[in-house]
Structures are given as structure tokens and as C-alpha cells.
């Protein structure tokens, strides 16, 4: 009998350990995590990412690495995706934890060079949100503004966030090919993911520098 009910027990079990697994990888691309099956080094360079427990941090705490730079988020688009950009912001900056955003044609000082703007947005935000768009990759200054985040940023530890739209796989840039991406399919969904994963960063940020201060 004993053994009958542990067998009757042991799918509920199973169920919340699939779940466990799909809330941990939920901020990254589901056909991007199919395709690094094939690419061993992708998997390895963002496993520590998605796998990474999350527990309660207060962000926002007066003493909060977070105020060591002058916005959470960078983002990096063409111009002519500026509406949707401008409701990624408006999320973003709506959202509890009231992210501070840097979008270059509302926050740039003017009569600065642009070169000088770009360079200085990157090095004093905590992520950089890449909407990759057909527009994204014809544009030479979006491959610019790419390079210069991940030269501040070379490892694949959650600062760099692709966001694919109407983009084939096929084009994902080489240059990001170490770090999964979100496929921007339901525009709220991935505005969610996007949250999400900035809010990771965050709190790893602020549980590491608690822990060497121990």
C-alpha cells in the first residue's frame, strides 16, 4: 500500500519540477534555446543566466549598487522602430520598480556629440536592450551602438538582452550568437520577459555585492 501512494504521489511532483524549470528560462527564447542544442559553447555561456535562483531583493534600498549608474536599461534601436519603442519605455518605466531608461532622441544632451552620448549611456547603464529589427540590421550606427555594449560587457551574464521581431533565426548577428534572445512574437509577453530579465540582473547585482560585503 505504502508503495502504491508514492507512485499515485509522483507525478505532482514531476509536473511542479517542469514548472520549476520553464519559470527559470521563461526571459529567453524558446527556438533560440533549441538551437543552442547544437552549440555547446552558447549553452554554457548563459546556463549560469537562466538557472540562477531569484529570491526577494530589495533593488531600490538607499544603499542599492543599482544607484551606481544613471539608468538600468539602454536601449538600442533604429529609428524607424521608434513607436515601439517608445511602449517598451513606457512599460518599463511604468512598472513598480520604476526603471530609468535611456533612449538616446529624449535623453541625450544637447549639442553633445553623439559618438560621446552613445559611449556614455552604455558604460553607466546596467543592461542594454537590442531591438533587432530588418531596420536594426541595415542601419551601420545599430551595429555600432551593438559593438560598443558588448565591449563593455563581452560575457554573456544577462547585460545584453536581443530582442528579435520580424527577424529570421538565420539573421540573428554573429556577434550575439553566445547569448539567447527574445523572440518578440505577443508584444506583451516579451515586454514582460524583457522586465523580467532586467529585474534578474538587478537583484544578482545587489545579492553579490551583499555577499562581499559579509
Known amino acids: 500500500a505504502g508503495w502504491f501512494r508514492r507512485l499515485l ?23 533560440s534555446a533549441k538551437s543552442s542544442r547544437s552549440s555547446p559553447s552558447t549553452s554554457l555561456a548563459t546556463s549560469s543566466i537562466s538557472l540562477s535562483p531569484v529570491s526577494a531583493v530589495d533593488i531600490s534600498a538607499s544603499d542599492s549598487p543599482r544607484w551606481d549608474k544613471s539608468y538600468d536599461v539602454c536601449i538600442c534601436h533604429s529609428e524607424g522602430d521608434m513607436e515601439l519603442v517608445l511602449e517598451l519605455v513606457s512599460y518599463l518605466e511604468g512598472q513598480p520598480e520604476s526603471f530609468r531608461c535611456f533612449l538616446q532622441l529624449r535623453d541625450a544632451v544637447a549639442g553633445s556629440a553623439v559618438v560621446t552620448e552613445l559611449c556614455d549611456a552604455v558604460q553607466n547603464s546596467h543592461c542594454w536592450v537590442m531591438l533587432i529589427t530588418p531596420s536594426f540590421l541595415q542601419d551601420p550606427w545599430c551595429r555600432y551602438q551593438m559593438h560598443q555594449a558588448l565591449a563593455e560587457a563581452p560575457m554573456a551574464n544577462g547585460r545584453t538582452i536581443p530582442v528579435l521581431k520580424d527577424v529570421d533565426r538565420k539573421d540573428y548577428p554573429r556577434e550575439l550568437r553566445s547569448i539567447y534572445y ?3 512574437a505577443l508584444q506583451e509577453k516579451s515586454f514582460r520577459q524583457i522586465r523580467d530579465t532586467v529585474m534578474r540582473y538587478l537583484q544578482e547585482l545587489c545579492r553579490s555585492s551583499t555577499k562581499s560585503m559579509e
Open 9 to 31: 504521489h509522483k507525478p505532482s511532483s514531476v509536473e511542479s519540477l517542469r514548472s520549476s524549470h520553464s519559470a527559470s528560462s521563461s526571459p529567453f527564447s524558446s527556438s
Open 182 to 184: 527574445i523572440h518578440m
